[in-house]
Protein backbone atom coordinates (compact mmCIF):
# COMPACT_ATOMS: atom_id res chain seq x y z
CA UNK A 1 0.00 0.00 0.00
CA UNK A 2 1.09 3.39 -0.88
CA UNK A 3 0.73 6.44 1.45
CA UNK A 4 0.20 9.58 -0.71
CA UNK A 5 0.38 12.23 2.14
CA UNK A 6 0.58 13.13 5.45
CA UNK A 7 -3.26 13.02 5.71
CA UNK A 8 -3.50 9.74 4.87
CA UNK A 9 -0.37 8.55 6.95
CA UNK A 10 -2.06 9.84 10.06
CA UNK A 11 -5.12 7.62 8.71
CA UNK A 12 -3.34 4.32 8.13
CA UNK A 13 -2.04 4.95 11.97
CA UNK A 14 -4.92 5.45 13.55
CA UNK A 15 -6.65 2.62 11.85
CA UNK A 16 -3.90 0.52 13.37
CA UNK A 17 -3.83 1.82 16.81
CA UNK A 18 -0.35 3.29 16.21
CA UNK A 19 -1.22 6.74 17.12
CA UNK A 20 -3.22 8.73 20.02
CA UNK A 21 -5.05 12.15 19.33
CA UNK A 22 -4.39 14.31 22.15
CA UNK A 23 -7.29 17.15 22.79
CA UNK A 24 -5.63 19.15 25.51
CA UNK A 25 -4.45 22.01 24.80
CA UNK A 26 -0.38 21.65 24.93
CA UNK A 27 2.20 24.54 24.63
CA UNK A 28 4.96 23.96 22.06
CA UNK A 29 7.29 25.66 24.02
CA UNK A 30 9.07 22.54 25.96
CA UNK A 31 5.51 20.93 26.93
CA UNK A 32 5.37 18.90 23.55
CA UNK A 33 8.91 17.36 23.61
CA UNK A 34 8.72 16.34 27.75
CA UNK A 35 5.22 14.15 26.39
CA UNK A 36 6.98 12.78 23.42
CA UNK A 37 10.35 11.87 25.06
CA UNK A 38 8.15 10.15 27.30
CA UNK A 39 6.12 7.98 25.00
CA UNK A 40 9.05 7.55 23.07
CA UNK A 41 10.54 5.78 25.50
CA UNK A 42 7.91 4.00 26.74
CA UNK A 43 9.13 0.37 28.04
CA UNK A 44 12.29 1.65 28.70
CA UNK A 45 13.94 0.68 25.08
CA UNK A 46 11.33 2.21 23.11
CA UNK A 47 9.25 -1.50 22.50
CA UNK A 48 6.46 -0.68 25.13
CA UNK A 49 2.77 -0.23 24.31
CA UNK A 50 2.65 3.11 25.63
CA UNK A 51 5.15 4.22 22.08
CA UNK A 52 2.26 5.67 19.99
CA UNK A 53 2.71 8.40 17.51
CA UNK A 54 1.03 11.72 18.68
CA UNK A 55 -1.49 14.28 16.87
CA UNK A 56 -1.45 17.10 18.78
CA UNK A 57 -5.10 18.84 18.21
CA UNK A 58 -5.16 21.82 19.83
CA UNK A 59 -1.27 23.73 20.05
CA UNK A 60 -0.98 27.11 22.30
CA UNK A 61 -0.68 30.06 19.91
CA UNK A 62 -2.03 28.19 16.75
CA UNK A 63 -4.25 26.68 14.26
CA UNK A 64 -2.25 24.02 13.22
CA UNK A 65 -2.28 20.39 14.90
CA UNK A 66 1.29 18.84 15.23
CA UNK A 67 2.19 15.33 14.09
CA UNK A 68 5.17 13.81 15.71
CA UNK A 69 6.79 10.38 16.72
CA UNK A 70 5.10 9.03 13.72
CA UNK A 71 8.31 6.82 12.80
CA UNK A 72 9.03 5.99 15.95
CA UNK A 73 8.78 2.06 16.49
CA UNK A 74 9.70 -0.55 14.17
CA UNK A 75 5.66 -1.45 13.53
CA UNK A 76 5.56 2.16 12.18
CA UNK A 77 8.60 2.22 10.09
CA UNK A 78 6.44 -1.00 8.47
CA UNK A 79 3.18 0.93 8.27
CA UNK A 80 4.59 3.98 6.83
CA UNK A 81 6.44 2.65 3.71
CA UNK A 82 3.64 0.15 2.96
CA UNK A 83 5.37 -3.12 4.20
CA UNK A 84 5.54 -5.94 6.84
CA UNK A 85 8.93 -5.36 7.70
CA UNK A 86 11.39 -3.31 6.62
CA UNK A 87 13.52 -6.63 5.23
CA UNK A 88 10.73 -6.57 2.78
CA UNK A 89 12.06 -3.42 1.11
CA UNK A 90 15.90 -4.72 1.21
CA UNK A 91 14.84 -8.08 -0.24
CA UNK A 92 13.53 -5.57 -3.81
CA UNK A 93 16.59 -3.68 -3.66
CA UNK A 94 18.22 -6.82 -3.22
CA UNK A 95 16.68 -8.80 -6.30
CA UNK A 96 17.11 -5.31 -8.31
CA UNK A 97 20.99 -5.61 -7.43
CA UNK A 98 21.21 -9.13 -8.55
CA UNK A 99 19.78 -8.96 -11.65
CA UNK A 100 22.17 -10.03 -14.41
CA UNK A 101 22.42 -8.26 -18.14
CA UNK A 102 20.01 -10.40 -20.20
CA UNK A 103 21.42 -12.44 -23.03
CA UNK A 104 18.58 -13.99 -24.60
CA UNK A 105 15.12 -13.20 -25.81
CA UNK A 106 13.74 -15.24 -22.89
CA UNK A 107 16.20 -13.28 -20.40
CA UNK A 108 14.85 -10.33 -22.16
CA UNK A 109 11.37 -10.82 -21.45
CA UNK A 110 11.91 -11.42 -18.15
CA UNK A 111 13.22 -7.66 -17.84
CA UNK A 112 10.58 -5.96 -18.89
CA UNK A 113 8.10 -6.09 -15.45
CA UNK A 114 11.43 -5.56 -13.41
CA UNK A 115 12.06 -2.43 -16.22
CA UNK A 116 8.67 -1.01 -15.61
CA UNK A 117 8.53 -1.05 -11.72
CA UNK A 118 11.97 0.51 -12.34
CA UNK A 119 10.22 3.31 -14.48
CA UNK A 120 8.04 3.98 -11.11
CA UNK A 121 10.42 5.75 -9.28
CA UNK A 122 11.23 8.62 -11.31
CA UNK A 123 9.12 11.84 -10.19
CA UNK A 124 6.38 13.22 -12.10
CA UNK A 125 5.26 16.45 -12.50
CA UNK A 126 2.06 17.86 -12.15
CA UNK A 127 0.77 21.60 -12.79
CA UNK A 128 -1.41 21.93 -9.76
CA UNK A 129 -1.01 20.90 -6.36
CA UNK A 130 -3.08 20.99 -2.48
CA UNK A 131 0.11 22.27 -1.05
CA UNK A 132 -0.56 25.46 -2.93
CA UNK A 133 -4.01 25.91 -1.92
CA UNK A 134 -3.23 29.08 0.81
CA UNK A 135 0.08 31.45 -0.06
CA UNK A 136 1.12 33.93 2.32
CA UNK A 137 3.31 36.81 0.39
CA UNK A 138 4.95 39.86 1.35
CA UNK A 139 3.89 40.56 4.97
CA UNK A 140 1.65 37.51 5.25
CA UNK A 141 4.34 35.67 5.57
CA UNK A 142 5.28 34.62 9.38
CA UNK A 143 6.76 31.83 10.42
CA UNK A 144 4.92 32.41 14.00
CA UNK A 145 1.79 31.14 13.20
CA UNK A 146 3.65 26.88 12.41
CA UNK A 147 3.23 25.95 16.09
CA UNK A 148 7.70 25.32 15.36
CA UNK A 149 9.00 23.28 18.85
CA UNK A 150 11.10 24.51 21.19
CA UNK A 151 12.23 20.90 22.85
CA UNK A 152 15.12 21.52 25.20
CA UNK A 153 15.47 24.09 27.87
CA UNK A 154 18.98 25.50 26.55
CA UNK A 155 18.19 25.04 23.24
CA UNK A 156 18.62 28.67 21.22
CA UNK A 157 14.86 29.19 20.11
CA UNK A 158 11.79 26.79 18.68
CA UNK A 159 13.94 24.73 15.87
CA UNK A 160 11.93 23.05 12.79
CA UNK A 161 13.41 19.56 13.34
CA UNK A 162 11.98 17.94 10.25
CA UNK A 163 12.45 19.90 7.15
CA UNK A 164 12.92 18.46 3.98
CA UNK A 165 15.05 21.24 2.08
CA UNK A 166 15.38 21.67 -1.36
CA UNK A 167 18.45 22.51 -2.74
CA UNK A 168 20.11 22.78 -6.44
CA UNK A 169 23.52 22.57 -7.50
CA UNK A 170 24.19 25.52 -9.00
CA UNK A 171 27.09 23.78 -11.75
CA UNK A 172 25.05 20.27 -12.35
CA UNK A 173 21.58 21.42 -11.68
CA UNK A 174 21.07 17.97 -9.50
CA UNK A 175 18.33 18.08 -7.02
CA UNK A 176 19.37 17.28 -3.31
CA UNK A 177 16.61 16.79 -0.67
CA UNK A 178 17.93 16.70 3.02
CA UNK A 179 16.99 17.02 6.51
CA UNK A 180 19.00 20.05 8.21
CA UNK A 181 17.38 21.56 11.39
CA UNK A 182 16.21 25.60 11.08
CA UNK A 183 16.25 27.36 13.68
CA UNK A 184 13.64 30.41 13.76
CA UNK A 185 14.83 33.82 14.20
CA UNK A 186 12.04 35.69 13.05
CA UNK A 187 9.07 35.60 10.84
CA UNK A 188 10.76 35.19 7.45
CA UNK A 189 13.88 34.00 8.25
CA UNK A 190 15.64 30.89 10.14
CA UNK A 191 19.14 29.40 10.00
CA UNK A 192 20.48 26.96 7.55
CA UNK A 193 22.31 23.94 9.58
CA UNK A 194 23.74 21.85 6.68
CA UNK A 195 27.18 20.57 7.65
CA UNK A 196 30.47 20.77 6.07
CA UNK A 197 29.94 17.27 4.41
CA UNK A 198 26.59 17.40 2.94
CA UNK A 199 25.54 18.02 -0.70
CA UNK A 200 23.74 20.94 0.52
CA UNK A 201 26.90 22.79 1.90
CA UNK A 202 28.19 21.72 -1.41
CA UNK A 203 25.60 23.39 -3.24
CA UNK A 204 26.45 26.84 -1.26
CA UNK A 205 29.83 26.46 -1.90
CA UNK A 206 29.62 26.65 -5.67
CA UNK A 207 26.75 29.30 -5.79
CA UNK A 208 27.38 32.76 -7.28
CA UNK A 209 25.31 34.21 -4.56
CA UNK A 210 22.01 33.70 -3.51
CA UNK A 211 20.99 30.11 -3.67
CA UNK A 212 17.26 28.96 -4.05
CA UNK A 213 16.23 27.11 -1.24
CA UNK A 214 12.34 25.67 -0.54
CA UNK A 215 11.88 23.72 2.87
CA UNK A 216 8.78 20.83 2.62
CA UNK A 217 7.46 19.92 6.14
CA UNK A 218 4.78 16.92 6.09
CA UNK A 219 5.50 15.19 2.94
CA UNK A 220 4.05 11.44 2.65
CA UNK A 221 6.26 9.24 4.66
CA UNK A 222 8.70 7.66 1.77
CA UNK A 223 9.51 11.16 0.89
CA UNK A 224 9.72 12.43 4.60
CA UNK A 225 12.06 8.80 5.02
CA UNK A 226 13.93 9.17 1.81
CA UNK A 227 15.46 12.61 2.72
CA UNK A 228 17.20 10.64 5.82
CA UNK A 229 18.96 8.25 3.86
CA UNK A 230 22.61 8.77 3.07
CA UNK A 231 22.37 8.54 -0.10
CA UNK A 232 25.88 8.49 -2.70
CA UNK A 233 26.25 13.09 -3.65
CA UNK A 234 23.92 13.65 -6.19
CA UNK A 235 21.47 10.77 -5.98
CA UNK A 236 17.84 12.64 -6.28
CA UNK A 237 16.70 10.82 -2.50
CA UNK A 238 12.87 11.48 -4.51
CA UNK A 239 14.73 7.89 -6.87
CA UNK A 240 15.03 6.41 -3.38
CA UNK A 241 11.03 7.69 -2.54
CA UNK A 242 9.86 6.64 -5.36
CA UNK A 243 11.20 3.04 -5.47
CA UNK A 244 9.81 2.76 -1.63
CA UNK A 245 6.45 3.97 -2.93
CA UNK A 246 6.67 1.81 -6.02
CA UNK A 247 4.64 4.93 -7.79
CA UNK A 248 6.74 8.23 -8.73
CA UNK A 249 6.56 11.18 -5.98
CA UNK A 250 4.23 14.08 -8.16
CA UNK A 251 6.37 17.28 -7.74
CA UNK A 252 4.95 20.81 -8.42
CA UNK A 253 6.95 23.89 -9.23
CA UNK A 254 7.70 26.51 -6.30
CA UNK A 255 6.06 30.07 -6.96
CA UNK A 256 9.08 31.98 -6.33
CA UNK A 257 12.18 29.91 -6.88
CA UNK A 258 13.29 27.64 -9.22
CA UNK A 259 12.61 24.44 -7.81
CA UNK A 260 9.68 21.73 -7.37
CA UNK A 261 8.74 19.94 -4.56
CA UNK A 262 6.01 16.99 -3.41
CA UNK A 263 2.65 18.09 -4.39
CA UNK A 264 0.95 16.61 -1.38
CA UNK A 265 3.09 18.11 1.11
CA UNK A 266 1.57 20.45 4.03
CA UNK A 267 3.55 23.44 3.94
CA UNK A 268 6.45 25.05 1.72
CA UNK A 269 8.82 27.80 2.26
CA UNK A 270 10.46 28.96 -0.28
CA UNK A 271 13.30 31.75 -0.20
CA UNK A 272 17.38 31.72 -0.47
CA UNK A 273 20.50 31.57 1.25
CA UNK A 274 23.81 33.95 1.01
CA UNK A 275 26.64 31.63 2.15
CA UNK A 276 28.29 34.97 3.15
CA UNK A 277 25.62 35.68 5.59
CA UNK A 278 26.16 33.64 8.80
CA UNK A 279 24.22 34.50 12.01
CA UNK A 280 24.43 32.33 15.39
CA UNK A 281 22.67 29.18 15.49
CA UNK A 282 22.14 26.52 18.28
CA UNK A 283 22.40 25.53 21.15
CA UNK A 284 20.10 22.81 20.16
CA UNK A 285 19.90 19.51 22.17
CA UNK A 286 20.62 16.88 19.74
CA UNK A 287 19.55 13.25 18.79
CA UNK A 288 23.66 12.78 20.71
CA UNK A 289 21.88 13.26 24.02
CA UNK A 290 23.94 16.43 24.98
CA UNK A 291 23.53 20.11 23.55
CA UNK A 292 25.54 20.88 19.81
CA UNK A 293 27.22 24.15 20.79
CA UNK A 294 26.46 27.40 19.45
CA UNK A 295 28.24 28.18 16.07
CA UNK A 296 27.60 30.38 12.91
CA UNK A 297 25.34 29.03 9.60
CA UNK A 298 24.16 30.79 6.87
CA UNK A 299 20.63 32.30 6.90
CA UNK A 300 17.71 31.25 4.73
CA UNK A 301 14.90 34.27 4.03
CA UNK A 302 11.86 32.57 3.73
CA UNK A 303 9.88 34.87 0.87
CA UNK A 304 6.87 32.75 -0.14
CA UNK A 305 4.52 30.10 2.02
CA UNK A 306 2.47 27.91 0.38
CA UNK A 307 0.57 25.10 2.36
CA UNK A 308 -2.66 23.20 2.46
CA UNK A 309 -6.20 24.21 3.45
CA UNK A 310 -5.99 23.86 7.50
CA UNK A 311 -2.06 22.36 7.32
CA UNK A 312 -0.69 19.97 9.71
CA UNK A 313 3.06 20.60 11.10
CA UNK A 314 4.73 17.43 11.20
CA UNK A 315 8.28 17.16 13.29
CA UNK A 316 10.02 14.91 15.55
CA UNK A 317 12.00 14.90 18.91
CA UNK A 318 15.69 14.55 18.98
CA UNK A 319 17.24 13.50 22.25
CA UNK A 320 18.53 11.11 24.20
CA UNK A 321 17.58 7.50 22.32
CA UNK A 322 15.58 6.21 22.07
CA UNK A 323 14.02 8.47 20.13
CA UNK A 324 12.15 8.21 16.86
CA UNK A 325 15.36 8.87 14.94
CA UNK A 326 16.36 5.61 16.05
CA UNK A 327 14.02 3.62 14.35
CA UNK A 328 14.60 5.88 11.14
CA UNK A 329 18.50 4.71 11.31
CA UNK A 330 17.19 0.98 11.77
CA UNK A 331 14.96 1.50 9.06
CA UNK A 332 18.23 2.91 6.82
CA UNK A 333 20.23 0.03 8.08
CA UNK A 334 17.86 -2.99 6.86
CA UNK A 335 17.16 -1.36 3.70
CA UNK A 336 21.03 -0.46 2.63
CA UNK A 337 22.48 -4.27 3.67
CA UNK A 338 21.80 -5.60 0.43
CA UNK A 339 24.01 -2.46 -0.87
CA UNK A 340 26.65 -3.11 1.47
CA UNK A 341 26.38 -6.96 0.90
CA UNK A 342 26.66 -6.32 -2.70
CA UNK A 343 29.61 -4.18 -2.50
CA UNK A 344 31.21 -6.69 0.30
CA UNK A 345 30.50 -10.20 -0.62
CA UNK A 346 31.90 -11.24 2.76
CA UNK A 347 29.59 -8.56 5.06
CA UNK A 348 26.74 -11.47 6.51
CA UNK A 349 24.92 -8.33 8.56
CA UNK A 350 26.14 -5.07 10.11
CA UNK A 351 23.62 -3.35 13.42
CA UNK A 352 24.30 0.79 14.52
CA UNK A 353 22.88 0.04 18.10
CA UNK A 354 20.78 2.61 19.28
CA UNK A 355 23.14 4.31 22.22
CA UNK A 356 26.10 4.72 18.99
CA UNK A 357 23.32 7.43 17.97
CA UNK A 358 24.08 6.47 14.14
CA UNK A 359 27.86 7.16 13.63
CA UNK A 360 29.10 6.35 17.37
CA UNK A 361 29.27 2.12 16.83
CA UNK A 362 28.71 -0.20 14.31
CA UNK A 363 28.68 -3.75 14.65
CA UNK A 364 29.72 -5.71 11.53
CA UNK A 365 29.22 -9.24 10.85
CA UNK A 366 31.61 -10.84 8.46
CA UNK A 367 32.70 -14.08 6.99
CA UNK A 368 36.59 -14.36 7.63
CA UNK A 369 38.84 -15.19 4.71
CA UNK A 370 41.97 -14.65 5.36
CA UNK A 371 44.29 -12.29 7.78
CA UNK A 372 43.57 -8.97 7.88
CA UNK A 373 40.29 -9.83 6.57
CA UNK A 374 38.51 -7.32 9.55
CA UNK A 375 41.13 -4.54 9.53
CA UNK A 376 40.82 -4.54 5.81
CA UNK A 377 36.59 -4.32 6.30
CA UNK A 378 37.24 -1.61 8.86
CA UNK A 379 39.18 0.80 6.26
CA UNK A 380 37.05 0.22 3.60
CA UNK A 381 34.03 1.03 5.55
CA UNK A 382 36.00 4.72 6.83
CA UNK A 383 36.20 5.27 3.45
CA UNK A 384 32.20 4.47 2.37
CA UNK A 385 29.94 7.66 2.10
CA UNK A 386 28.62 8.64 5.74
CA UNK A 387 30.47 5.33 7.40
CA UNK A 388 33.63 7.11 7.36
CA UNK A 389 32.57 9.26 10.60
CA UNK A 390 31.87 5.67 12.94
CA UNK A 391 34.35 6.26 15.44
CA UNK A 392 33.85 2.68 16.87
CA UNK A 393 33.78 -0.15 14.51
CA UNK A 394 33.72 -3.61 16.21
CA UNK A 395 34.23 -6.34 13.60
CA UNK A 396 33.15 -10.50 14.60
CA UNK A 397 32.99 -13.86 13.21
CA UNK A 398 29.99 -15.03 11.72
CA UNK A 399 28.87 -17.56 14.80
CA UNK A 400 28.00 -14.10 16.58
CA UNK A 401 24.50 -12.97 17.25
CA UNK A 402 24.97 -9.08 16.71
CA UNK A 403 21.67 -8.02 17.52
CA UNK A 404 21.96 -9.33 21.36
CA UNK A 405 23.79 -6.80 23.18
CA UNK A 406 24.67 -9.59 25.61
CA UNK A 407 26.58 -12.12 23.20
CA UNK A 408 28.09 -9.06 21.49
CA UNK A 409 29.62 -8.02 24.56
CA UNK A 410 30.32 -11.73 26.02
CA UNK A 411 32.39 -12.47 22.84
CA UNK A 412 33.84 -9.30 21.85
CA UNK A 413 35.57 -8.73 25.00
CA UNK A 414 36.36 -12.75 25.50
CA UNK A 415 38.32 -12.59 21.76
CA UNK A 416 40.97 -9.38 22.23
CA UNK A 417 43.69 -8.79 23.28
CA UNK A 418 43.21 -5.08 23.27
CA UNK A 419 46.94 -3.65 22.21
CA UNK A 420 46.68 -6.49 19.50
CA UNK A 421 43.42 -5.96 18.23
CA UNK A 422 42.99 -2.24 18.18
CA UNK A 423 43.43 -0.27 14.94
CA UNK A 424 43.32 3.24 15.35
CA UNK A 425 43.16 5.71 12.32
CA UNK A 426 42.50 9.72 12.20
CA UNK A 427 40.29 11.21 9.73
CA UNK A 428 36.88 12.98 9.50
CA UNK A 429 34.19 13.37 12.34
CA UNK A 430 30.66 13.75 12.49
CA UNK A 431 29.70 17.61 13.00
CA UNK A 432 28.38 17.01 16.47
CA UNK A 433 31.04 14.73 18.04
CA UNK A 434 31.91 17.05 20.87
CA UNK A 435 35.12 14.97 21.47
CA UNK A 436 37.42 15.02 19.23
CA UNK A 437 40.20 17.18 19.14
CA UNK A 438 38.78 19.22 16.58
CA UNK A 439 35.88 20.36 14.95
CA UNK A 440 35.05 17.55 12.39
CA UNK A 441 38.47 16.11 12.81
CA UNK A 442 39.78 13.09 14.92
CA UNK A 443 40.77 9.56 15.87
CA UNK A 444 38.56 6.47 15.50
CA UNK A 445 39.29 2.61 16.09
CA UNK A 446 38.51 -0.28 14.92
CA UNK A 447 38.14 -3.76 17.15
CA UNK A 448 38.71 -7.18 15.60
CA UNK A 449 36.95 -9.56 17.21
CA UNK A 450 37.51 -12.22 14.82
CA UNK A 451 39.36 -15.76 15.62
CA UNK A 452 42.96 -14.69 14.86
CA UNK A 453 44.57 -17.27 12.48
CA UNK A 454 48.05 -18.10 12.84
CA UNK A 455 49.03 -15.56 10.05
CA UNK A 456 48.22 -12.97 12.35
CA UNK A 457 50.78 -14.02 14.89
CA UNK A 458 48.48 -16.34 17.37
CA UNK A 459 50.02 -19.58 18.11
CA UNK A 460 47.76 -20.92 21.06
CA UNK A 461 45.07 -22.89 20.85
CA UNK A 462 41.49 -20.97 20.77
CA UNK A 463 38.71 -22.95 23.17
CA UNK A 464 35.31 -23.87 22.23
CA UNK A 465 32.49 -22.44 23.38
CA UNK A 466 31.11 -24.18 26.12
CA UNK A 467 27.53 -25.49 25.02
CA UNK A 468 25.76 -28.78 27.06
CA UNK A 469 25.15 -31.75 24.24
CA UNK A 470 21.90 -31.76 22.71
CA UNK A 471 21.08 -35.07 23.92
CA UNK A 472 21.20 -34.33 27.38
CA UNK A 473 18.98 -30.74 26.68
CA UNK A 474 16.77 -32.94 24.88
CA UNK A 475 16.62 -35.44 28.32
CA UNK A 476 15.89 -32.65 30.96
CA UNK A 477 13.07 -31.10 28.37
CA UNK A 478 11.56 -34.37 28.62
CA UNK A 479 12.08 -35.22 32.25
CA UNK A 480 11.24 -31.10 33.56
CA UNK A 481 8.38 -31.62 35.43
CA UNK A 482 9.68 -34.46 37.28
CA UNK A 483 12.18 -32.18 38.37
CA UNK A 484 9.54 -30.31 40.39
CA UNK A 485 11.01 -26.83 39.18
Not at 69 to 82: E, Y
Request: glycine share 8%; with cysteine; aromatic share 8%.
Amino acid sequence: MTIDSLREWIQVLDDAGELVRIQAEVDPYLEIAAICDRVSKAGGDGHGDGNKALLFERVKGSDMPVLINAFGNARRMALSLGVEHMKDHAARLEALLEQSPPEGLLDKLKMIPKLAALGKVFPKHVSKAPCQEVVWKGEEVDLGKIPVLTTWPQDGGPFITFPLCVTQDPVSGRRNLGTYRLQVYSKTETGFHTHRHKDAKRHLDKSEGRLPVAVVIGADPATCFASVVPAPPDVDELLIAGFLRQKPVPLVPCLTVPLEVPATAEIVLEGWVDPEELRREGPFGDHTGFYSLADDYPVFHVECVTTRKNPIYHTTLVGRPPQEDCWMTEGIERLLLPVLKKQFPEVIDYRMPFEGVAHNLMLLKIRKQYPGHARKMMHALWGLGQAMFTKVIVVVDEDVDIHSDSEVVWKVLNHIDPQRDLEFAMGPIETLDHASRAFCYGSKVGIDATRKWPEEGFTRDWPDEIRMSSEVLDLVQRRWREYGL
